[in-house]
């Protein structure tokens, strides 16, 4: 049920105009009138203010009257807009940021100074960073904060001011980001090892053009530096905790979790970045089990990281050095403590940089190994505990290769990173390779620990089974440490020549794809077990150069970045509000025209609907049409008449409510329509659903962008999704979906979603066998050809793209949608975009079997008679209600099926003789098809037949025999992959479907819904539509968040995502499984055990393998030799059928082709027995020659030969197997 507000046009004024005055604002035209009409538009907007209030007020429109309620607060709302986004409440108070805009005039917000902490000043020095304290009034957010106490001797960029009090965050974001429109965010930390650099130093500019710009709202949050940081007197952290720093940069995590969405960022969205040690803070937070249990986070990026941790003494003695030299030295800490805290930052920070100068290096950097934060013995230790979470690595091509300077050591205990215990001798031994040449990576000990640092961290990622996006910027000139960060930061400058210039174009785009969409571009593959990584260099002069992505990604990947934007122009608020109360009372005028236009109310063809509004859960404006008619009502002679046009109505039609579900309460429905009698009290009665043969509407939920043009707003078609649901042609409805899933999973994510509905049972289905001459056959398919047709034509007044339907259906719906695509007349009528399906099982009932039930309610309503005309003049009279009953008491009487379902293969429609022949017929368009793991597998009714007649799917002729066979193996035990008929026939039904569209050469997007829980026939329905719903695991709600977005991904961009491969020789599919859960599972299911560890979706070979052998590539030979042993007169013995074809059945296809060359089904069918017989005579000839010459090894040796992950041959002990060969046994 609709649980979101629904309002009426009638008390929507307010928001149109709102909505109206934002659009026209956020225009290039506004701002072109703005800045050289201001003037006239100042003088003039009085004038406009008094011929406005006159129209409103003796205006007979009631729309123009109620433009005086805006009149009255003009210059409220002018103040309030002009300023609302730029004064942001969080929870402990208000604060104002300012306007800027990037260079192609896109509105920038950016709040600077915003406190996640309260100041570390006084006896707060060497605490915890605790919440910050509410203030009153606004807080200035225009200015930068002072540096943490940065300015180490080591620093190349000193900062201007630096003080304790500078525990803030600065803020970037795109000025459309707001609650409703939350935009990803990325938090970045900057490097300078713990001592130096801060979040203030970085260019403004740099930021807006390649993150703010872009629909990224970027924080660069300020932590302690130095003695500020890494204090630490060895009381075991009874007095002073360790990493200080740390603990600020997650506590900004924390604040941002809760505060994000005020200034209009994803707070579920958020990812960690930093370059140098800001890169190694990104891989501490990611491993640390305190950050795990406060704040989840998503991904990770780490630049150049130079992973290390130093032993607590060493922290503890260079703070007694300090506390020696500040004059505080005693036998009691909390007297030294008392001390220390009465001298002052700057005298602090004096004796730190003289401690510098002596020693010649950073003091009080980099972090402690010690707990909570890092409760780990070593390195490997730590990074064993990497998070569940995808992230992107690398480092340039010479990162520290400076000339080494004389007087320093060799090494720098790079060992450490692997747990080895003679790290200096390592040290020696790898410069004494490098020295003799037999090493030509020569590079310094620093950029050795660099690069070891950004690989364990890949390899440890990886092997906990996440993405890990490897890279090394391989540039030939300004490719050493920081370079980088030119492109992405605004820093460490450097005039660029013609190949840096075209990396600069594409660079940053790799990190904000993989921020906004988790990977940076489709080209490039995570790593794998063979270290694989992305090079980046561009060389126009020698031909090397990047493959250009950065434009077709965002065309391609998961989400539409349609407020994609792009030095700054400080921009007065005062002025900002000036410009909008002038603005306001200059297109007062065109609001109250554009009122009268209201987009609620679609002008069709044949006449005008009201829709309604409502909100989605993030405050995104959906329109919905209900009940809107595509064909004339089809009761009294047009029962069974094929669909006509609907007739032209004058006035306005109510489209705020459900019509009439069809005549679906067949006795095999699992769910009777039900209707809402009363909400009041939140209370709800429901009685059997409102049922009637008018039933021919449309039910529209379409994104409130989703518009025609009009004088003020620009056109924006929406891609279409139609969806017919399933119940075999008999029952179920287009009314009985969940509203509120159909919202927040199409309308909110830009896709106009359209439910028809069909004449279903008796109403679709009747014949008179008269050759369709009285009664044509598949009524229902006709009808939702009709509601095609309709849209095709009338979709743009919705707001709806007619040149891009996808069609989508579930089960029998999925099947409605293949009837629909191959059939020959909807190709002529209608063109279609593209087809989803769901566990589509494809079947056609006999012509006869439905004229004889047709006889049968004849019969029993009375109406028999010799003249088929009088039998049909008969039958009209009668209503619906009363054939319904009819129904009803056959479906009861006749073993509980749905009678009067599915579809009859019969022209114009179908006009095919097989379903091989149909599927010869596929359209020009890509597909999405695939099923459950378990669909309709369950204990098997004694009573029904042991198949389903799935050999139709393939042409068959002997249909029961196979079915017999198939069965007959499943109970021998023969075949691993036991499977209901049904089940059967759904998923030789997707494959087939989905060759037949490959073999046409389009795309074939085929998966399999593996999860291990909830995974039967409409389980996932309860992620599409909100219907059989059920309560969900941890990893249930993991799959929510991507499950739809595959389909709308695939709706829009036509993949669904950049990781989900065509269908290709090898019967590749999409694997939909997620398993959070550490560990092994061992998880029972029929008739075998199957070992489950830590899974996600992932793309495999062989879709369901042993059914697909079976049917498709052997069940046509068995059939062929059916037909010649009964042609012949002999008798079938089915035991050697059994026997002969036991192996085959089972065998591997080891030599799948390498190119992945389409190969038509009809060539792999072309062989004989004969030669199968005369391949197993070679095989078993093969083998008695191999045991006489080799012997029986497997006496000699238990072990045996299997591949392994790097591409060789591995021995191993069945017994005793490695963690990536576990699945093979």
């Known amino acids: 049920m609709l649980t979101t507000n629904q309002t009426r046009p009638d008390n929507l004024i307010s928001r149109l105009v709102i909505n109206t005055i934002y659009r026209v604002f956020s225009s290039p035209r506004t701002q072109l009138i703005d800045k050289h009409y201001r003037g006239i538009l100042f003088f003039s907007s009085p004038l406009v203010l008094f011929f406005a209030l006159g129209v409103s007020v003796f205006s007979p429109n009631r729309y123009f009257r109620m433009v005086v309620r805006f009149i009255v607060a003009l210059s409220l709302i002018g103040s309030v807009i002009g300023q609302d986004d730029l004064i942001v409440n969080t929870s402990y108070g208000s604060i104002q940021g300012y306007e800027s805009t990037s260079s192609d005039g896109t509105k920038i917000r950016i709040f600077k100074s915003v406190p996640f902490a309260s100041p570390p000043i006084g006896d707060l020095r060497w605490k915890l960073p605790i919440e910050p304290k509410k203030w009153k009034g606004i807080k200035d957010g225009t200015k930068y904060s002072a540096a943490c106490m940065s300015n180490s001797t080591t620093s190349k960029s000193p900062q201007p001011w630096v003080d304790e009090d500078c525990l803030y965050i600065n803020v970037f974001i795109h000025g459309k980001c707001s609650k409703t429109n939350k935009c990803p965010v990325v938090v970045y930390y900057h490097g300078g090892a713990m001592n130096y650099d801060s979040a203030t130093y970085f260019n403004d500019t740099a930021l807006i053009e390649t993150y703010a710009s872009n629909g990224v709202m970027l924080v660069i949050p300020a932590f302690r530096l130095g003695f500020t940081g890494q204090f630490s007197l060895g009381d075991n952290q009874e007095l002073i905790p360790n990493n200080l720093g740390i603990y600020d940069t997650l506590h900004a995590l924390k604040y941002l979790k809760e505060e994000a969405d005020s200034f209009g960022g994803d707070p579920d969205g958020i990812t960690v970045m930093g370059h140098s040690f800001g890169g190694v803070l990104s891989i501490l937070l990611a491993v640390s089990p305190v950050r795990k249990h406060e704040v989840s986070i998503n991904q990770f990026i780490m630049m150049s990281p130079g992973f290390y941790m130093d032993p607590p003494e060493i922290n503890e003695n260079l703070s007694m050095e300090m506390v020696k030299r500040a004059g505080c030295s005693n036998i009691s800490k909390k007297l030294i403590l008392s001390c220390m805290l009465k001298k002052t930052g700057p005298e602090l920070l004096a004796i730190q940089r003289k401690m510098e100068e002596e020693d010649g290096s950073v003091v009080f950097g980099g972090a402690v190994m010690s707990p909570p934060l890092f409760p780990f013995k070593s390195l490997p230790e730590l990074l064993k505990n990497s998070p569940r979470a995808n992230i992107m690595i690398g480092s340039t091509a010479k990162e520290l290769d400076y000339p080494p300077k004389p007087d320093t050591p060799h090494g720098s205990n790079v060992g450490a990173l692997v747990g080895a215990k003679n790290l200096d001798e390592l040290d020696e031994l790898y410069y004494n390779l490098t020295q003799s040449g037999k090493n030509n990576q020569t590079h310094s000990s620093d950029t050795q620990g660099l690069y070891l640092s950004v690989y364990i961290a890949s390899r440890a990622n990886m092997e906990k089974g996440n993405k890990v996006f490897l890279y090394s910027f391989d540039q030939s000139t300004h490719n050493m440490h920081t370079d980088d960060l030119s492109y992405l930061m605004g820093i460490h400058g450097f005039e660029k020549d013609e190949n840096e210039k075209e990396i600069a174009k594409f660079y940053p785009q790799l990190f904000l794809n993989f921020t906004k969409y988790g990977e940076p571009s489709p080209n490039w593959k995570p790593m794998n077990l063979k270290d694989r990584y992305y090079s980046i260099e561009v060389n126009k002069t020698s031909g090397r150069q990047w493959d250009k992505i950065s434009g077709e990604f965002r065309d391609l990947i998961l989400e539409d970045d349609s407020n994609s934007i792009k030095n700054e122009t400080f921009i007065p608020v005062v002025f900002v509000q000036m410009r909008m109360i002038i603005l306001l009372t200059f297109i007062l005028c065109l609001v109250a025209t554009s009122i009268a236009q209201d987009d609620l109310t679609v002008k069709t063809s044949y006449g005008s609907i009201l829709g309604y509004e409502t909100l989605s859960s993030t405050g995104i404006r959906v329109k919905i049409f209900k009940s809107v008619p595509f064909a004339s009502p089809p009761i009294g002679d047009l029962r069974w008449k094929l669909p006509v046009k609907p007739k032209k109505w004058e006035g306005i039609k109510d489209g705020t409510k459900y019509s009439a579900a069809c005549m679906s309460n067949s006795t095999t429905t699992s769910s009777p329509q039900l209707v809402r009698l009363s909400n009041r009290i939140h209370l709800l009665l429901y009685v059997l659903q409102w049922v009637d043969e008018d039933c021919l509407y449309l039910n529209l939920f379409i994104h409130g962008e989703c518009s025609v043009r009009t004088f003020i707003i620009k056109q924006n078609k929406c891609p279409i999704v139609v969806f017919f649901h399933g119940g075999d042609m008999n029952y179920d409805s287009a009314t009985y ?17 359209v439910i028809p509905a069909f004449r279903l049972g008796f109403t679709g289905q009747f014949s008179l066998g008269d050759n369709q001459e009285l009664i044509p056959s598949n009524l229902g398919v006709h009808d939702a050809l009709q509601a095609l047709k309709y849209l095709k034509d009338e979709a743009d007044a919705f707001g709806g793209n007619s040149d891009a339907i996808t069609l989508m259906g579930h089960s029998f719906g999925g099947a409605l949608s293949v009837f629909l695509g191959f059939s020959p007349l909807r190709k002529l009528q209608v063109p279609i975009h593209q087809i989803a399906l769901m566990s589509v099982g494809i079947d056609f009932r006999p012509a006869d079997v439905v004229e004889n039930l047709s006889k049968e309610m004849v019969k029993r309503a009375g109406c028999s008679n010799i003249s088929k005309k009088l039998t049909l003049s008969c039958m009209l009279k009668k209503s619906g209600s009363e054939l319904l009953a009819i129904q009803r008491r056959m479906e009861e009487e006749w073993f509980g099926g749905a009678l009067f379902g599915g579809v009859v293969m019969s022209p114009p429609l179908l006009p095919f003789k097989s379903v091989p022949d149909m599927f010869k017929n596929a359209p020009n368009s890509n597909i999405l098809v695939g099923g459950t793991i378990v669909e309709m597998d369950g204990p098997p009714n004694p009573l029904l037949p042991h198949g389903a007649g799935v050999g139709k799917l393939i042409g068959a002729k002997n249909v029961a025999e196979l079915d017999e066979l198939y069965y007959n193996l499943t109970q021998s035990g023969k075949t691993n992959q036991i499977h209901s008929p049904d089940s059967q026939n759904i998923y030789v039904g997707v494959y087939v479907t989905a060759r037949a569209v490959m073999e046409k050469g389009n795309k074939a997007f085929v998966y399999s819904f593996d999860q291990r829980t909830h995974n039967i026939h409409t389980d996932d329905l309860s992620y599409l539509m909100g219907i059989h719903g059920f309560e969900k695991d941890e990893n249930e709600k993991e799959i929510a968040k991507f499950y739809p977005q595959l389909f ?49 979706p992932e793309m495999r070979d062989y879709y369901e393998k042993e059914t697909i052998d079976f049917w498709v590539r052997k069940a046509p030979k068995i059939d062929k030799m059916i037909t010649v042993t009964r042609a012949a007169g002999a008798k079938m013995r089915w035991d050697k059928v059994t026997r002969g074809f036991r192996d085959l059945i089972l065998e591997e296809d080891s030599t799948p082709a390498k190119n992945e060359t389409l190969i038509p089904v009809a060539l792999v069918h072309m062989s004989y027995f004969p030669s199968f017989l005369l391949i197993c005579s070679v095989f078993l000839l093969g083998v008695l020659l191999g045991r006489f010459l080799l012997g029986d090894s497997t006496s000699q040796d238990e072990r045996m030969w299997i591949l392994g992950p790097d591409g060789r041959g591995i021995r191993i002990d069945p017994a005793k197997p490695p963690a990536y060969a576990e699945q093979m046994f």
């Open 1048 to 1096: 709308i991904n695939f709706t829009k961009y036509g993949v669904p995502s950049p990781n989900w491969k065509p269908m290709n020789v090898k019967d590749r599919y999409y694997s939909i499984e997620v398993n959070l859960t550490s560990g092994r599972h061992e998880i029972l299911k029929p008739h075998f055990i199957q070992v489950y560890e830590f899974r996600m």
């Open 737 to 753: 979906f969940n509203d509120t899933a159909l919202i927040e999973t199409y309308a909110s994510n830009g896709v106009m979603l």
